[in-house]
């Protein structure tokens, strides 16, 4: 089945500093979901990326869809402690009808 | 809006017991599909109901069923629990079938197997 990779699988980070997740498919994705699960939380839709070279922006966080669409980053500016949390990607490709959701970045924020 | 509702929040059953945990998803939305949540498997799809019928199905055992009933509502069973089967369960409503529809997901059911 389709997998997608996502890295790195823990980031810990100061405050103040930049942290990006990247996921990896090996196979061409139709749209890409992220998703953030807050520690004992339910995961928590951030944004969809259907269009080959996307860019969305919300706030602090900068969401890119690679050209090939075979990839995908969740950049955070200046992270803050309401940052932490797990961060999921959620992707499909082809004819499949449901998302696979890589393995998260688990981001630890230190004040 | 009420958000996606799920019953019970804990669980703890002995080996060989069987589950049943219910989700109720935002209303109007008619697709519910169901997740489960390990430490070291992330999160796996378990299938995915729409208008009472199955449309998706993940790589679980037959021990793993689940329907959806006319008012959306859904329900999901575990037959002949393992203790590999100790999990966060979570089920997540959409608006309709299809992967390019965003997921609002519950706060699950914590399930224990002893």
């Known amino acids: 089945g389709q997998q997608v990779m996502q890295i790195p699988q823990y980031q810990h980070v100061q405050e103040g500093e930049d942290f990006t997740t990247y996921c990896n498919s090996s196979?061409?994705?139709?749209?890409i979901q992220w998703y953030k699960q807050r520690p004992g939380g339910h995961p928590v839709f951030l944004i969809q990326?259907?269009?080959?070279?996307e860019v969305k922006k919300q706030k602090r966080l900068t969401f890119q869809f690679g050209e090939a669409k075979k990839n995908s980053s969740l950049h955070i500016t200046a992270t803050q402690t309401t940052d932490v949390g797990t961060y999921f990607c959620?992707?499909?490709?082809?004819?499949?009808?449901?998302?696979?959701f890589g393995s998260g970045t688990q981001l630890t924020v230190l004040p | 809006k009420a958000g996606v509702t799920q019953t019970p929040r804990y669980l703890i059953k002995t080996r060989g017991q069987q589950v049943t945990l219910s989700c109720s998803p935002i209303?109007?939305?008619?697709?519910v599909s169901w997740y489960q949540q390990t430490p070291g498997q992330g999160l796996q799809f378990l299938f995915e109901y729409f208008s009472e019928t199955q449309r998706n199905k993940g790589n679980f055992p037959g021990r793993f069923s689940g329907r959806q009933f006319s008012n959306s509502r859904s329900e999901m069973n575990v037959s002949t629990l393992e203790l590999g089967d100790s999990a966060l369960y979570l089920c997540a409503s959409s608006l309709t079938s299809g992967s390019g529809y965003e997921q609002y997901f519950g706060p699950g059911t914590r399930l224990t197997v002893t």
């Open positions: 196979t061409t994705l139709s749209n």
């Open positions: 209303s109007g939305h008619r697709s």
């Open positions: 959620a992707a499909s490709s082809g004819s499949a009808r449901q998302l696979t």
């Open positions: 990326l259907v269009k080959s070279g």
